[in-house]
């Protein structure tokens, strides 16, 4: 399965650190897991602005009826559909069919995503793609 990098404990996060959860540690050390930041394989860098889907979530973000922009209005979407579809790729390559993911996160994000500090019901870009594509996405909330 696929795993949110920064759940595995990897600084990849935007503010550079990392949202380690034991369970999804613990998955890797079993070698049931591969670690990924969709936002690093889409070439960005860690740290690097906070980011947010304007409207919608990451259903619009693919349908090109929103954008995701950096705090500092940098224009990201590019970046967010690339690193999406790069995971995606890995998927197939691995026969991947699941993956556990970090809610509120505009990439990740499984039952929510976070606009202006407040928590939306949707999801981000991966999750969308993934789900698009028939892969089970949960959240690490979920273990």
Avoid: H, W
């Avoid at 995606?88 to 556990?100: C, G, P, S």
């Amino acid at each position: 399965m696929i795993v949110s990098a920064c759940l595995a404990g990897l600084n990849t996060r935007y503010d550079g650190g990392n949202q380690a959860d034991k369970r999804v540690i613990a998955l890797l050390k079993a070698g049931m897991a591969i670690p990924v930041c969709p936002e690093q394989l889409g070439g960005l860098p860690t740290p690097r602005p906070k980011a947010e889907i304007q409207d919608g979530d990451g259903r619009d973000v693919l349908s090109k009826n929103t954008v995701v922009l950096a705090e500092d209005g940098a224009d990201l979407t590019e970046q967010f559909i690339r690193g999406a579809s790069e995971a995606l790729k890995l998927t197939e390559t691995m026969n991947i069919e699941e993956a556990i993911l970090k809610d509120g996160s505009p990439s990740c994000g499984v039952n929510y995503i976070k606009r202006k500090g407040e928590e939306i019901v949707g999801m981000g870009v991966l999750t969308a793609l993934f789900s698009l594509n028939g892969l089970k996405v949960r959240s690490n909330d979920s273990l």
